[in-house]
């Protein structure tokens, strides 16, 4: 998407999230509030989940709850973990280690599955670890944004199928970026949230729960009056949510799925890659070293990269922040100060991306590296068309 409407003194936002809305989705989001337990009410929501089921790639029913993304995972959690349940938690940063938490929280007997800052969990170890013990069920972020990481959700989701532990997949900074295939992969609880590549502002959460998720959901002894997943999803065949639901924010889902339907799944995938493989591009052109080194999985959504040596990256941050009005990322817990991450997600397209690479190149010259601004941005450009035309070269 590259007909960016926002005025020159507008914040560019090209972080991890919140992401930038589009003009038509902030004004789908001003129309007059409808009562949410009427006829206009349930069409709204039955549209709602379409696009969501086409975006996760399911044809279970989607449970809309208004909380942050955060709120989802803990939904998914506390229907589907009780005292005494065995947890894998897939730790490889902030958020993984988060879902794990609230898992332990929730009185689960978590086991941490611990990766260096810009690891993945391989499938193949996956499946020799689940071989050894009994787990209900693993926990794991899809895009992990603190450290620039995006797993095989296929080859995670199937090995876990296969082992009959139920999977839990954060899929909060990429739900509508890259492909999910819930049930293809055989995955049972898949988490998204509104602010990131749906393009809405934060207050919407997503959790759709298979067969054997849901079947579980109701042996659980859930410990959550609000996020009651079996209630939510049962009132929807009502056309309603069971408490009242952020109804402007609905009014703008539908307009985001509408645009990104529009556009079409493949292309908005296509785009997020290519938009992430100009990033790494121009990165590496001035001389920055990625997180991951692998770039299989480096993620579509936001790219993070090393500052240079002897500069924190906090710094760079608020120099692209008040010489260019672009928002980026710093490192975050043991990360902090040590890198700096570019979200690209949403309503962002190559004029977005070469201007915050323009941005950056200019912040690290004033800082006193040796880079050429310019010529990074014309590599990112080239890179964003030459992905585009052969994604697969």
Request: aromatic letters at 4%; a negative charge.
């Amino acid at each position: 998407m590259d007909n960016d409407t926002r005025s020159c003194n507008d914040m560019l936002l090209m972080i991890p999230g919140p992401t930038n809305v589009p003009e038509s989705v902030r004004m789908a989001m001003a129309a007059p509030c409808i009562y949410h337990r009427g006829g206009e009410f349930a069409a709204l929501l039955r549209e709602c989940i379409r696009g969501l089921q086409q975006a996760i790639g399911t044809a279970r029913p989607v449970a809309i709850l208004t909380a942050s993304g955060t709120g989802g995972v803990e939904a998914a959690v506390a229907n589907l973990l009780q005292p005494g349940d065995r947890l894998l938690a897939l730790n490889t940063g902030k958020f993984g280690k988060r879902m794990g938490d609230i898992a332990a929280l929730y009185g689960a007997e978590v086991t941490w599955w611990d990766c260096p800052p810009g690891g993945a969990a391989s499938p193949a170890l996956l499946k020799r670890v689940l071989a050894q013990g009994y787990f209900t069920a693993v926990s794991f972020v899809y895009n992990e944004t603190s450290t620039g990481v995006m797993h095989d959700i296929a080859g995670l989701g199937r090995v876990a199928h296969d082992a009959g532990v139920l999977s839990i997949v954060d899929a909060v900074s990429i739900m509508g970026a890259a492909p999910i295939d819930m049930d293809a992969n055989g995955l049972d609880a898949v988490i998204g949230g509104s602010q990131k590549a749906l393009m809405l502002p934060p207050g919407l959460s997503f959790v759709a729960l298979s067969e054997p998720a849901l079947e579980k959901a109701h042996r659980t002894r859930a410990a959550s009056y609000y996020f009651d997943l079996p209630r939510a999803l049962a009132a929807i065949e009502k056309g309603q949510t069971p408490y009242t639901p952020a109804v402007t924010l609905m009014n703008g889902l539908r307009e985001a799925l509408r645009l990104i339907l529009e556009e079409g799944l493949d292309a908005v995938f296509g785009r997020h890659a290519a938009l992430a493989s100009a990033c790494r591009s121009a990165l590496e052109a001035m001389g920055l070293p990625l997180l991951p080194t692998d770039r299989a999985r480096c993620s579509v959504t936001v790219t993070a990269a090393h500052a240079p040596v002897g500069l924190d990256s906090k710094g760079l941050v608020t120099r692209v922040r008040d010489d260019s009005r672009i928002l980026i990322s710093g490192g975050q817990d043991e990360l902090k100060g040590k890198i700096f991450r570019i979200g690209h997600m949403g309503d962002c397209g190559i004029e977005q991306l070469a201007r915050t690479i323009s941005a950056v190149g200019a912040a690290l010259a004033q800082l006193g590296v040796t880079c050429d601004p310019d010529a990074a941005a014309v590599v990112a450009r080239d890179e964003y068309t030459r992905h585009q035309e052969n994604p697969d070269a």
